[in-house]
C-alpha cells in the first residue's frame, strides 16, 4: 500500500502533485538556504487530527471547551521551546515568521513610530521596515546597510544612525548574511537609544541551538523565529521573550493579530525541538557550518567570488558576475542541472532586484541528507561545470541525470522513496 494510499484514491491530481515534489525533492540538489528536510515524525504531526481543532486563547484561558490535550501539547511546546534555548517565555502560535514579527511590532510599538533593521538588498527581510511591506509603511522605517567595502555589518555606523534617528525598536538578523551576527553589540546599541531590541533568528535557529552559532536570547527583548528553514520544523513562527515583555506580545499575537493557533503545527513544532535537543542535532549544526565552509572554499577555487570573500554560517552569496554570467540565468541553469538555489541581490547591486547579480545558496538541506565535505567539492565541480554549458540545454540535462545518480547515495529525512 502506498504511504499516500486515501489521497491516490480520493484525489488523484493532487496525489500525483504530492509524488512529483517528492521525486524532484530526492533527486535533486537543494541549496536553497531556508529550505529543509523535517523528518517523519514531523511530518505525521503536521498531519494529525490536532487540525480539527479550534483553541483561540491561552493554556487555561481558552474560549471554547475541548482542550484538554491541546493545552497540554501547547504548554509541552513552550517548555521545550524555553529550555531549548534558554527563554524565560516562548510563544508558539504565529502561523509563520512574518506574521511573528508583526505581532513583535504591534505589541511594542504604536503607528508611526521609528523602527531600524537591515535593508533588503543588503540581507535584511521584508519585514524588518522594507517599503513594500507593512513594516516599512505603518511605522517610519530607517534603514541600514552593511559596510560598502567588506559588506559586513559596521556597529559603529549601525550606532551612529540609531543616535540620529532614536527607533524605538532595532531589529537585527538577516535572510542573506553569510557571517555571525554580533548580538550583544545590538543589544548595547538599542540601551544607549532606550530601543527594544528584536533579534530575528529565523535562518540560523537550528545553529544557535546546536551551539553554532552566539545566541541572541540572553540579549535581545525579543527573538522571532520561523521553525522551518534550519531549524528543520513544520512551517511556522515562534517568539521567545523577556518576561518584562512578555503580556504585550501574547496580546499582540492573540487577539491582536491572529485567531485559531494552528494545533497540527503546534504538535510538530514540540516534535521538532524535541529533535534539535538531541546530541545528533549538535552534530548537525555543526556539520551544517562545516559544509558551507568546504563549499565556499570549494567555489573560490573555482573562480566565484563570493559576498565577504566566505562564510561563517549556513549560507553563501556568490556574484555570478564573476563567473561571466548574472543570478537570474546562473539560478536557472542550476535548476537544470539539478540544482535548486534562488538569485539575490548582492550588497550595493548595480543591477535590479528581479534580475540581480547574484546566487543564493546554503547547506541545511543537504546537511540533513548527510553530505559531509568531500561531496562539496563534487559540488563545486556541478557548478563549474553548469558555467561551461551555460547555453547548452541538452548538456544540462546531462548533468541534471548524474545529479540525480548522486544524490541516490543520501537518504533524504521524510521521504519514503529511492
Ligand atoms: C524567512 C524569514 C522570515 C519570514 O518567514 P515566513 O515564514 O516566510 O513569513 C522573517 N525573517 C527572516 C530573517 C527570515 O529569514
Known amino acids: 500500500m502506498h504511504h499516500l494510499e486515501h489521497i491516490r484514491q480520493t484525489d488523484p491530481e493532487v496525489f500525483d502533485l504530492i509524488v512529483n515534489e517528492e521525486k524532484r525533492q530526492f533527486e535533486k540538489i537543494r541549496l536553497i538556504p531556508s529550505e529543509n528536510y523535517v523528518s517523519t515524525a514531523v511530518l505525521e504531526a503536521t498531519g494529525s487530527v490536532f487540525t480539527n481543532k479550534y483553541s483561540e486563547g491561552y493554556s487555561g484561558k481558552r474560549y471554547y471547551e475541548g482542550q484538554q490535550y491541546v493545552d497540554l501539547l501547547e504548554d509541552l511546546a513552550n517548555k521545550r521551546a524555553c529550555e531549548l534555548f534558554g527563554a524565560d517565555h516562548a510563544n508558539v502560535q504565529p502561523y509563520s515568521g512574518s506574521p511573528a514579527n508583526l505581532a513583535v511590532y504591534f505589541g511594542l510599538l504604536k503607528p508611526g513610530d521609528t523602527v531600524m533593521g537591515l535593508a533588503l538588498p543588503h540581507g535584511g527581510h521584508l519585514t524588518h521596515g522594507w517599503n513594500v511591506s507593512i513594516t516599512g509603511n505603518y511605522y517610519r ?151 558551507a565552509r568546504a563549499l565556499a572554499e570549494a567555489l573560490v577555487e573555482k573562480g566565484f567570488k563570493l559576498i565577504t570573500g566566505g562564510t561563517d554560517n549556513h549560507l553563501i552569496l556568490i556574484d555570478a558576475t564573476s563567473r561571466g554570467t548574472r543570478g537570474r540565468k546562473l539560478a536557472k541553469v542550476l535548476d537544470r542541472c539539478g540544482i535548486v538555489c534562488n538569485m539575490n541581490t548582492i550588497p550595493f547591486d548595480p543591477r535590479k532586484p528581479f534580475d540581480p547579480s547574484g546566487i543564493r545558496i546554503g547547506t541545511p538541506a543537504i546537511t540533513s541528507r548527510g553530505m559531509k565535505e568531500p561531496e562539496m567539492k563534487t559540488l563545486a565541480g556541478f557548478f563549474a561545470r553548469a558555467i561551461d554549458i551555460i547555453e547548452d540545454k541538452e548538456a544540462q540535462a546531462v548533468v541534471a541525470a548524474e545529479v540525480a545518480e548522486f544524490c541516490k547515495a543520501f537518504p533524504a529525512p521524510g521521504i519514503r522513496i529511492g
Open 141 to 291: 522605517s530607517v534603514q541600514y546597510t552593511v559596510h560598502p567595502e567588506t559588506h559586513r555589518l559596521d556597529y559603529d555606523y549601525i550606532r551612529e544612525l540609531a543616535r540620529k534617528e532614536q527607533p524605538k525598536l532595532i531589529v537585527a538578523g538577516a535572510t542573506a548574511y553569510p557571517r555571525i551576527i554580533d548580538f550583544a553589540a545590538f543589544r548595547s546599541i538599542a540601551d544607549e537609544v532606550g530601543a527594544f531590541f528584536l533579534a530575528d533568528m529565523a535562518h540560523i535557529a537550528g545553529l544557535v541551538a546546536a551551539g553554532a552559532h552566539p545566541s541572541p536570547v540572553p540579549h535581545a527583548h525579543v527573538v522571532s523565529t520561523t521553525t522551518h528553514k534550519t531549524l528543520r520544523g513544520p512551517r511556522g513562527g515562534m517568539l521567545l521573550m523577556k518576561n518584562e515583555v512578555a503580556e504585550q506580545i501574547d496580546r499582540a499575537v492573540f487577539p491582536g493579530l491572529q485567531g485559531g493557533p494552528h494545533n497540527h503545527t503546534t504538535a510538530a513544532i514540540a516534535v521538532a525541538l524535541k529533535e534539535a535537543a538531541t546530541p545528533e542535532f549538535r552534530e548537525y549544526g555543526h556539520q551544517i557550518v562545516k559544509n
